[in-house]
């Protein structure tokens, strides 16, 4: 009676058919050692216990290939050459099926890195976005104050007379000088480019210490603040003034809404 010379799967791995999964893990550690070419094995032995680990670590190959291994009766003659060639056609469609799995997965992965990536993007693009608008409203906003700043000294009771305003038998002194009317000027002006500088969308490219700084959270907070002190500064005297001024009242209002419009472009 003829037998295979070809080991099995398990023959390979050193273990019974009827071995557990922790027998498996073990005998396939111990083997590994034994055959690893860097340890004097041989590449031949160490892709057929390779082949052997992929097969048995699987349970649905497994199975496939215990019921293959079972159905694998002996026979005599030529017969046996038959059998041997099935038995490998078999153990070819085995591992096939067990690339495609592992081809499917990494096509699944990439898939999912993909989608991703993507939301990531367009994640990103919305934040951009909404950066653009709030850049654009407070870079209109601190030069609509530069504005009227500037009106203030042409009207009466303004920085140019020297005057001050009295409300509800409150008196709200203005800048008593046009010099003092100027430095305000320069200052909001320099607040209007410090906020085209920190409202700007980041870079997504830009490196070194001065690209973190302007774009940090801390820093627009303290110039939203030192903007809010400016605007409480200048706009309430200027608001009590244009109370009894329909042109002023005019004039602020289309500001108020040309940067709104602006920013919501």
């Known amino acids: 009676m003829t037998t295979p010379t070809r080991l099995s799967h398990y023959e390979v791995l050193g273990v019974d058919p009827d071995a557990g999964e922790r027998e498996l893990k073990a005998a396939y550690r111990r083997r590994v050692k034994q055959l690893h070419p860097d340890s004097g094995g041989s590449e031949h032995d ?17 199975s496939e290939y215990d019921s293959w291994l079972h159905d694998t009766r002996p026979v005599a003659g030529g017969a046996m050459l038959g059998i041997q060639q099935r038995f490998e056609q078999r153990e070819r469609e085995i591992e096939r099926r067990a690339w495609e799995a592992r081809r499917d997965e990494a096509r699944r992965r990439a898939a999912e890195q993909a989608a ?3 939301a990531a993007e367009l994640a990103r693009s919305s934040e951009q976005r909404a950066n653009i608008n709030i850049h654009r409203l407070l870079t209109l906003s601190s030069a609509a104050l530069v504005i009227l700043v500037s009106l203030l000294e042409l009207l009466p ?7 001050q305003v009295d409300f509800l038998g409150a008196s ?5 000088t046009p010099t003092e009317v100027s430095v305000v000027q320069i200052v909001l002006a320099a607040l209007v480019v410090a906020v085209s500088l920190v409202s700007r969308p980041p870079d997504p490219d830009a490196r070194g210490t001065f690209a973190r700084i302007v774009s940090s959270t801390v820093l627009r907070t303290v110039l939203g603040v030192v903007a809010a002190a400016l605007a409480i500064w200048v706009v309430v005297p200027f608001v009590l003034l244009a109370l009894s001024n329909a042109a002023l009242v005019i004039v602020a209002g289309a500001l108020l809404v040309g940067a709104l419009l602006a920013a919501r472009d």
Do not use: M, N, T
């Open 172 to 176: 709200f002194q203005l800048s008593p």
């Open 157 to 163: 009771g303004g920085a140019a007379s020297g005057g």
């Open 116 to 118: 991703a990536r993507e």
């Open 46 to 62: 160490f892709e057929a216990l390779q082949a052997a680990w992929r097969v048995l670590a699987d349970p649905e190959l497994r």
